[in-house]
């Protein structure tokens, strides 16, 4: 296809049009139920809107059929729509949340549900998914920490990567795969006390160091588009950022995709004060490099004027309707404007037990045993009562789901009954409803399964908390369980981290986030120790929200309190130490490991050089498992103040009982450097700790010197 010859046959409406996306209602009015907000009531005219570029949301390969072809029919050019959609973690089967399924620490998981959510949401006709989103989470208030990747960049680089690739694949043309759309640009996470649409404002240091390395990981995997945020950035929201758009992006990054508002952030830009109008807005989104203009209507109501006055090139518009036209060509649309839609797709790959099975062995690495004095796994012929507010709840999927069906989810009771658990009891009243013979009945048990947390409404966007305390007086079920003399094991739904500091008298805890379609199946498969438990923490567990922002890889101060030493002048609270309740990267297993001494093949490296570093891990314990060895490291004197810890490697192995199995990793000076406020790498000579372990509070350390480069 020549695109710029196609576009030599638009209007300059029909240019337009290209930049504007809409939802299904609109071509079809009975699809109103998939977009909430005010895209109802846009006032927009029948001629604009069969004009438009783009579709937000699309139920299912019928829907898709029936509006793409009224489209076809009335649109005078006869471009295709391109179908976008949120598909954050499946279509309907239903991973992990992003939150949970990064504590498996295991990128592989990463790509299988980027690449099973591709292939049935693909059968509903949908090209582009609003995904990964890579914001980096370290405020647990924020309720879109559920579809985030943790407080960590390494991380981060590394799932954002597999998943871009899992969605897209290896040619965006073939059918079952889509095109990624990275979000939400930039430092959306970072919204000041963890309000979701705050303002975000933050040094240019830290924004290339932490906060950018997700967008620019997902855009070197390949990712073909990017969505701007609802903050500002520098005082200029991300919307119309030139900085961000233009330098950062394209000359710096060499993107060359397809930039997106987000919904109707193009608009509120007049509500941040930066424009008096939509008109104004118009003009800021395209001379910043703004392409689709999601649910808002700036472009199309006033880009023909601004041109056609002169106070905008048409070169502006033409090269942001190149990259759409550019990315429709890619996905082959022109050939197939129906690709991907089939209900005979539908029927064979949507929810299909492959995909579900793919789903429960992602739940069963995503959840994280935060405590256990040795009750799990559960032994056999327990007497079991299930008590809590999520006793019998399906809602596992989570956030962000909205294809998904919890109703066709098990519950916790069956999926234990299935294992041969004897389920004597369950009830999801409140403690206080409990009758005496109820009680009677519950201290007949051996022990009860508390199944607490969030709903799913309870995080998500503008789901924020100011308190991250278990809801509704939960807690008062561990002091129940403790009041009748009842062992106890929380089972944790949520979305966010919780401050969990009253509830650590319960026997164990399982934290299991809302796992996704086979949810229950995976965290029964757990307590009874069918599987073992291996997930580890991505972002800090606090002991009280006033702690927060808390985060493991900080800079330090000029007067750190160091833990045990009494000191009034350093940093520290007066009702509270500055430890977390658990750090990044912890969690446990039912097997137990063994660190041995870490081996470093040299302590002075060069340019050029590579470290290796080694460590021997044993499973001193009768159960095989899994353990996720972390590599850390700190620059101890560099031009600006550097983490106290920063991720530099993971390894996830299988460890047999008995068996030692050594941890391999490997550094270049490249690794041990940082970027400078231009997102430029620096590399300075020095001296720097590395260090190995199974959390980043317990590590073993060792000093290594960086030498100066030879100029030869
Ligand atoms: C969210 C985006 C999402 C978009 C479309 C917005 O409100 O911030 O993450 O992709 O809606 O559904």
Same mark, same amino acid.
């Given at each position: 296809?020549?695109?710029?010859?196609?576009?030599?046959?638009?209007?300059?409406?029909?240019?337009?049009?290209?930049?504007?996306?809409?939802?299904?209602?609109?071509?079809?009015?009975?699809?109103?139920?998939?977009?909430?907000?005010?895209?109802?009531?846009?006032?927009?005219?029948?001629?604009?809107?069969?004009?438009?570029?783009?579709?937000?949301?699309?139920?299912?390969?019928?829907?898709?059929?029936?509006?793409?072809?009224?489209?076809? /029919?009335?649109?005078?050019?006869? $471009?295709?729509?391109?179908?976008?959609?949120?598909?954050?973690?499946?279509?309907?089967?239903?991973?992990?949340?992003? @939150?949970?399924?990064?504590?498996?620490?295991?990128?592989?998981?990463?790509?299988?549900?980027?690449?099973?959510?591709?292939?049935?949401?693909?059968?509903?006709?949908?090209?582009?998914?609003?995904?990964?989103?890579?914001?980096?989470?370290?405020?647990?208030?924020?309720?879109?920490?559920?579809?985030?990747?943790?407080?960590?960049?390494?991380?981060?680089?590394?799932?954002?990567?597999?998943?871009?690739?899992?969605?897209?694949?290896?040619?965006?043309?073939?059918?079952?795969?889509?095109?990624?759309?990275?979000?939400?640009?930039?430092?959306?996470?970072?919204?000041?006390?963890?309000?979701?649409?705050?303002?975000?404002?933050?040094?240019?240091?830290?924004?290339?160091?932490?906060?950018?390395?997700?967008?620019?990981?997902?855009?070197?995997?390949?990712?073909?588009?990017?969505?701007?945020?609802?903050?500002?950035?520098?005082?200029?929201?991300?919307?119309?950022?030139?900085?961000?758009?233009?330098?950062?992006?394209?000359?710096?990054?060499?993107?060359?995709?397809?930039?997106?508002?987000?919904?109707?952030?193009?608009?509120?830009?007049?509500?941040?004060?930066?424009?008096?109008?939509?008109?104004?807005?118009?003009?800021?989104?395209?001379?910043?490099?703004?392409?689709? /203009?999601?649910?808002?209507?700036?472009?199309?109501?006033?880009?023909?004027?601004?041109?056609?006055?002169?106070?905008?090139?048409?070169?502006? @518009?033409? #090269?942001?309707?190149?990259?759409?036209?550019?990315?429709?060509?890619?996905?082959?649309?022109?050939?197939?404007?129906?690709?991907?839609?089939?209900?005979?797709?539908?029927?064979?790959?949507?929810?299909?037990?492959?995909?579900?099975?793919?789903?429960?062995?992602?739940?069963?690495?995503?959840?994280?045993?935060?405590?256990?004095?040795?009750?799990?796994?559960?032994?056999?012929?327990?007497?079991?009562?299930?008590?809590?507010?999520?006793?019998?709840?399906?809602?596992?999927?989570?956030?962000?789901?909205?294809?998904?069906?919890?109703?066709?989810?098990?519950?916790? /009771?069956?999926?234990?009954?299935?294992?041969?658990?004897?389920?004597?009891?369950?009830?999801?009243?409140?403690?206080?409803?409990?009758?005496?013979?109820?009680?009677?009945?519950?201290?007949?048990?051996?022990?009860?399964?508390?199944?607490?947390?969030?709903?799913?409404?309870?995080?998500?966007?503008?789901?924020?908390?100011?308190?991250?305390?278990?809801?509704?007086?939960?807690?008062?079920?561990?002091?129940?369980?403790?009041?009748?003399?009842?062992?106890?094991?929380?089972?944790?739904?949520?979305?966010?981290?919780?401050?969990?500091?009253?509830?650590?008298?319960?026997?164990?805890?399982?934290?299991?986030?809302?796992?996704?379609?086979?949810?229950?199946?995976?965290?029964?498969?757990?307590?009874?120790?069918?599987?073992?438990?291996?997930?580890?923490?991505?972002?800090?567990?606090?002991?009280?929200?006033?702690?927060?922002?808390?985060?493991?890889?900080?800079?330090?101060?000029?007067?750190?309190?160091?833990?045990?030493?009494?000191?009034?002048?350093?940093?520290?609270?007066?009702?509270?130490?500055?430890?977390?309740?658990?750090?990044?990267?912890?969690?446990?297993?039912?097997?137990?490991?063994?660190?041995?001494?870490?081996?470093?093949?040299?302590?002075?490296?060069?340019?050029?050089?590579?470290?290796?570093?080694?460590?021997?891990?044993?499973?001193?314990?009768?159960?095989?498992?899994?353990?996720?060895?972390?590599?850390?490291?700190?620059?101890?004197?560099?031009?600006?103040?550097?983490?106290?810890? /920063? @991720?530099?490697?993971?390894?996830?192995?299988?460890?047999?009982?008995?068996?030692? $199995?050594?941890?391999?990793?490997?550094?270049?000076?490249?690794?041990?450097?940082?970027?400078?406020?231009?997102?430029?790498?620096?590399?300075?000579?020095?001296?720097?700790?590395?260090?190995?372990?199974?959390?980043?509070?317990?590590?073993?350390? #060792?000093?290594?010197?960086?030498?100066?480069?030879?100029?030869?």
């Amino acid at each position: 296809m020549n695109i710029n010859n196609l576009i030599k046959t638009l209007t300059i409406e029909e240019k337009i049009g290209q930049l504007l996306q809409i939802a299904p209602f609109f071509f079809i009015q009975e699809l109103e139920k998939e977009v909430s907000g005010n895209i109802t009531d846009l006032g927009l005219t029948a001629s604009k809107i069969f004009k438009a570029g783009s579709v937000l949301g699309i139920g299912n390969a019928t829907e898709m059929i029936q509006v793409q072809k009224r489209y076809l /029919e009335k649109s005078r050019h006869k $471009i295709p729509l391109i179908f976008m959609a949120d598909i954050i973690h499946g279509y309907q089967t239903i991973f992990p949340i992003p @939150l949970a399924l990064s504590t498996s620490w295991n990128p592989s998981l990463f790509h299988t549900m980027a690449k099973v959510s591709a292939l049935e949401a693909s059968t509903a006709g949908i090209h582009v998914t609003f995904a990964p989103m890579v914001d980096i989470t370290r405020d647990p208030r924020w309720g879109r920490v559920v579809e985030g990747l943790g407080e960590d960049p390494y991380l981060n680089r590394i799932m954002t990567a597999q998943m871009v690739k899992g969605f897209q694949g290896d040619d965006l043309k073939k059918v079952g795969h889509l095109a990624s759309c990275v979000k939400h640009f930039a430092a959306y996470g970072a919204v000041e006390a963890g309000r979701d649409y705050n303002t975000v404002d933050m040094s240019r240091t830290r924004l290339f160091n932490e906060y950018m390395q997700g967008y620019h990981a997902a855009i070197q995997a390949g990712a073909r588009m990017i969505m701007t945020s609802f903050n500002v950035v520098d005082g200029v929201p991300a919307t119309v950022n030139k900085h961000l758009l233009r330098t950062v992006l394209r000359e710096t990054w060499k993107f060359d995709g397809v930039t997106i508002s987000d919904y109707d952030s193009l608009h509120q830009i007049i509500e941040h004060g930066v424009a008096e109008n939509d008109s104004e807005a118009a003009i800021l989104g395209i001379k910043a490099g703004l392409d689709i /203009e999601m649910a808002s209507i700036c472009y199309v109501n006033y880009l023909k004027t601004h041109i056609e006055s002169g106070k905008v090139d048409m070169a502006l @518009l033409d #090269e942001a309707v190149y990259r759409v036209l550019k990315l429709k060509d890619d996905l082959g649309l022109f050939e197939d404007p129906y690709k991907g839609a089939s209900t005979l797709r539908e029927q064979a790959l949507v929810r299909c037990e492959d995909h579900l099975q793919k789903a429960k062995e992602a739940a069963l690495e995503s959840a994280v045993l935060l405590t256990n004095d040795g009750i799990l796994p559960l032994s056999k012929n327990k007497k079991i009562g299930i008590i809590g507010p999520y006793a019998k709840t399906k809602q596992t999927n989570g956030p962000w789901s909205w294809h998904g069906r919890n109703d066709l989810n098990q519950t916790l /009771e069956d999926s234990l009954k299935h294992l041969g658990v004897d389920i004597l009891y369950v009830s999801d009243q409140k403690v206080e409803s409990y009758t005496d013979e109820e009680i009677n009945v519950l201290k007949q048990m051996d022990l009860l399964i508390l199944a607490l947390g969030e709903n799913e409404r309870e995080s998500g966007e503008a789901h924020n908390r100011s308190d991250i305390k278990l809801p509704r007086h939960q807690e008062e079920y561990v002091s129940f369980a403790k009041r009748i003399m009842k062992p106890s094991i929380v089972v944790l739904y949520h979305g966010r981290p919780l401050d969990l500091t009253n509830i650590l008298s319960a026997n164990a805890i399982l934290d299991a986030y809302f796992l996704g379609s086979m949810a229950n199946q995976a965290i029964a498969e757990l307590l009874t120790g069918i599987h073992n438990p291996s997930g580890k923490l991505t972002m800090t567990y606090p002991k009280s929200i006033g702690q927060v922002p808390l985060y493991y890889n900080h800079l330090n101060t000029g007067r750190p309190k160091v833990k045990g030493i009494d000191n009034e002048f350093t940093g520290y609270y007066l009702d509270i130490d500055n430890e977390p309740l658990f750090p990044f990267g912890h969690g446990l297993s039912y097997a137990s490991f063994f660190y041995g001494q870490m081996r470093l093949d040299r302590h002075d490296l060069h340019f050029h050089e590579t470290l290796k570093i080694e460590v021997d891990v044993t499973n001193t314990s009768e159960i095989d498992g899994h353990e996720i060895v972390q590599l850390y490291m700190r620059d101890l004197a560099a031009s600006i103040s550097r983490p106290v810890k /920063e @991720l530099k490697g993971f390894q996830k192995h299988w460890i047999k009982s008995k068996e030692t $199995i050594t941890y391999s990793f490997q550094l270049t000076p490249d690794d041990l450097g940082f970027s400078d406020e231009q997102g430029h790498l620096i590399i300075e000579p020095g001296r720097f700790q590395i260090m190995v372990g199974k959390d980043s509070e317990h590590v073993q350390s #060792e000093i290594i010197r960086l030498h100066e480069e030879v100029k030869s």
